[in-house]
Structure formats: C-alpha cells, structure tokens
C-alpha cells in the first residue's frame, strides 16, 4: 500500500506523491512564544513528527520548516504585564519550547524562521501583492482584498457571500471602516504607540500574523511545498488567508496536501484557560508523567479526531507504557545499537517461519501508517510484537535467572532489533535504561536504591527472602523497578 493522506483541501483521502520524487517539502506551523506551550501543542507536533519519521523510515528525503511567531499581541501584553520586552519574552518561551519537545523526543525541524527574521520577505511579499491589485493600504495599515480571489473560502468551505450577509453593521468606525470589505485582512498594522515597530513602505508598523507564515513558507521551501500542518483550529481564518495571500501572488497552488490534527479535550470540554483545565506539558511532566507514557497517549488516538484528556486514559497509557517499556529495555540491553539499525533482513540463523512472521510484523505496521497515519493500528502491531520480549523481561523482574536456550535467544535479539526499529518511526525510545551496573540513563547511580539492593543481596545470601522481597516491594512503591540478571548482577529501571 502507498501512503494515503486526509487532504483537508479536497476532503478526500488520497495517495500521497510528492512534488520531486523521493523529496517531501512540509510546513508546519509553530508556535506563539508567549507562554509554555500545553497539551494540545503536544498532540499536534508529536504527530507531525510520526509522519516526518515514517516519511524518513520509507526513504523520503524530507525537510521540515517549522516557524516561531515572535512578533503577536499576546508576546506585547505578556511583556506589558512582566515589565519587560517583546524579545525577553519571545526568547525566554523558545528556551522552553525546546526543553518541552526534546524531552517529547520530537525532532527538530531542519530550519525554524522567525518573523523577526523574516521581514524583509514580508514587506517584499506584501508591496507585491499590492502591487498586484490584491492589496491596499489605509493609514499606515495594509490590507488584503479577499474578493479578488474567485475561491477564497475553498480551505474551510466558507461561502463568502453568505458570510457577508451576516456581518451587517461590521463596517463601522476606526479599523473596519477602511476596508474595503468586512472580511479583508491585515497584511501589515501601523505603529501604536509604546509598541515596537519596524520600519516598511507603508510607515513603521509590524506585520500580520498570516502574511509571516506566507513569507517563511516561501523564503524557506518557494512557491508550492508537499504538505502544509497545523491544527484543525487554524483552518480558517490563518490557512486560509495563507492560501488567498501565497496564491495570489505566485499564482501558483501553496501545499498540495493540507494535513489538520484534532483539538484535546479535558474530561469532554474543550480546553481553555477560561475553563480552568488548561495542562502545560511542563506541569503533566513535573507532575510525575514521564514523556513516553504521554507520545503513548497521544498516539492511541487517530490525529484527526478529538483527543480527550482524562486520569482514567492517562493511567491507561501509563500501564500500557510499563510493559512497552520492559520489552524495550530488555531489546536495548541485549542487542549492539550499531547491529540494530537496519533489521530489514533478519540475523543468519533464523529459522524461515520466524523471518516471515518478522516481515509481517513490519508490513502490517508500515500498512497501518500508510493508511492516513494510524497510529492506533501502528501501536497494536507494536504490542503484538513486544509481547515475547515483555513476558521475557517480566521473568527477569521476578528473579527467575533461567535463560533461553540458543535459539530462542537469536529469536528474541531478532524481535527486539525489529521492536527498537518500529518504536522509533513513532518516536517511542525506553526511558530510564540501566547503564554500567545498575544506574539508570543520565544518572552515575542512586546510592539509596544502590544500598537497598546490596541489602537485598545479603537478605537473598543469607536466605531471607521475606526481607529480600519487601526491599523489592518498597522499592517499587518508589517507582523503581529491580532486574535480576545472571551471575548474581540486579540492574534497575525508574517505571
């Protein structure tokens, strides 16, 4: 099967070619660096980056652009109500949107403009569209005339005449009077005062928040680019106003596909600060959720539909991620990370039946990606296939030391190169490993947990079991989890 994409452009789910063959252009768009970004940043950029990994793990060449927005009234009233600049703002929530989707493990785009950066495209964009009829100035203001695109509106399906009926007694005093239409919108905002301001042809003013991303989509991949991301929320009016602004003055379609992620829900209301269930990913991190169990969460549901947030589905994802988690802990530990990046052909010794149940494995998951991203299915598979390496892994937390015979173990090494492998196209990766004894990742060792199992250690020596197995237990009320491997050696993992 060929991947097939959910164009919101055409409404159809159709079969992805790209523009050059074997290269994928995307734009997604980023964020507004005004705050700490929240859950439903999370949703939308951890899909983008299962169809930008599963892109790369089908032999795309793929560049990814994804911008800041860093000139936006709601950066200007943040720094109003901190005493400090546009700028300190702007850098200081960057800073942290970096910190929030390395810990997602969601790779970074190839290039991520700015607004800031980008104002000279801006106002050569804009002069241009003014220059071609499809833009008008006012008082330092500049507008874009949407009645000069025959299908504006084709993106959200909006009727423009229908939507004029309604906006009767919109056109009245200050902004609204100098349009020439209720719906125009602006390309570049005349200086206020206390406001930064840049300098243009028009006067010193900042431009309009659709007009950056028309810029940066042109500036960084041209005129018409493979696939276009964002939320369902930015349909209209800033993908569509992208689309009338970009084709007016190019003349040429701006994305070929138009991709759009459901909105989270909490507990089935939408999410709002107005609501009181606003969730920054910072605070569901610091709260004790690790980054797997969320990229989980949010997978387990198809991108184009709502995700509901809930503590029942969060838990869920938590003990689905437990047992994930151990299969791939124990595939990590038992195969060479140089041996494990190409599992297209199975290690020598692998008896036939075990290669083709393999393949199928991976045909069913790459199917399952192919058909509009599904990552549910995807996950499935993933589950399916963890499961010898879970129960394997399981024993061992137990203390049962026996191992596999020689060939069950190739078996297990083979599914274990195959699970890492497919983990990865979702951006799924073991926390916590154990590393050189019994540290975990990024750690030189805890020296309570260390003391607790030299206990245990002495307790099993001396054949007191009852003692050996409640360390174990409290150790586990702790969130770590021991690993009793031969020759006597207890590895250990935060769950």
């Known amino acids: 099967m060929s991947l097939r ?3 919101t452009l055409t409404r159809r789910t159709e079969p992805f070619v790209p523009l050059e063959p074997g290269k994928v252009s995307i734009y997604c768009c980023g964020v507004t660096v005004y705050d700490l970004c ?23 060449a ?7 927005t860093d000139i936006d009234d709601k950066i200007l009233k943040r720094a109003a109500e901190e005493g400090s600049s546009m700028e300190a703002v702007s850098e200081r929530n960057i800073a942290d949107y970096f910190t929030d989707m390395d810990a997602l493990n969601i790779q970074r785009a190839d290039r991520m403009p700015r607004a800031t950066l980008s104002l000279d495209g801006i106002r050569a964009l804009i002069a241009e569209l003014e220059a071609k009829g499809a833009a008008y100035s006012a008082d330092g203001d500049v507008y874009f005339a949407v009645m000069v695109k025959a299908d504006y509106g084709k993106l959200s399906g909006r009727d423009l005449d229908q939507q004029q009926e309604g906006a009767s007694g919109r056109l009245a005093d200050g902004e609204e009077a100098r349009k020439h239409h209720p719906f125009d919108f602006a390309l570049w905002k005349g200086a206020k005062p206390g406001e930064p301001s840049f300098p243009s042809p028009w006067g010193p003013g900042r431009p309009g928040w659709h ?10 991949l ?5 696939i276009h991301l964002g939320g369902a929320d930015l349909i209209f009016p800033h993908h569509e106003n992208e689309i009338a602004q970009s084709e007016a003055a190019s003349g040429h379609p701006l994305a070929r596909f138009w991709l759009h992620n459901g909105m989270v829900n909490v507990g089935g209301e939408k999410m709002s600060k107005s609501l009181g269930n606003f969730t920054t990913i910072r605070a569901l991190l610091e709260s004790g959720v690790s980054p797997m169990t969320l990229r989980l969460f949010v997978l387990q549901a198809h991108y184009r539909k709502p995700l509901d947030f809930t503590a029942e ?3 869920a994802a938590a003990s689905g991620w437990k047992g994930l988690n151990a299969a791939l802990g124990l595939a990590a530990r038992a195969i ?12 020598a010794g692998i008896p036939p039946e075990v290669e083709g149940e393999l393949a199928s494995f991976r045909e069913r998951f790459g199917a399952a990606l192919d058909d509009d991203l599904n990552t549910s299915a995807a996950l499935a598979v993933l589950f399916e296939l963890a499961r010898p390496l879970r129960s394997q892994a399981h024993r061992q937390q137990r203390g049962d030391a026996a191992t596999a015979d020689a060939a069950r173990e190739l078996n297990l090494r083979a599914r274990g190169a195959l699970l890492l492998e497919l983990a990865g196209v979702l951006g799924l990766i073991p926390e916590s490993l154990p590393t050189g004894g019994s540290a975990t990742a990024g750690e030189a060792g805890d020296p309570d947990v260390e003391a607790a199992i030299a206990a245990r250690r002495q307790a099993k020596a001396e054949r007191d079991f009852a003692t050996a197995d409640r360390i174990r237990d409290e150790l586990r009320a702790r969130g770590i989890e021991l690993i009793d491997r031969p020759g006597g050696i207890t590895d250990w993992i935060r769950s």
């Open 5 to 7: 994409l959910t164009n």
């Open 38 to 60: 929240h859950l439903g940043h999370a949703r939308s950029y951890i899909v983008w980056d299962v169809l930008r990994r599963h892109l790369q793990w089908r032999g795309y």
């Open 62 to 68: 793929v560049t990814f652009v994804q911008n800041f």
């Open 211 to 220: 007009i950056e991303c028309s810029a940066m989509v042109r500036q960084e």
């Open 222 to 226: 041209g005129d018409t680019i493979d």
């Open 313 to 315: 589905a969060l838990a």
């Open 336 to 347: 060479d990370p140089a041996a494990a990046t190409d599992t297209a052909s199975p290690p």
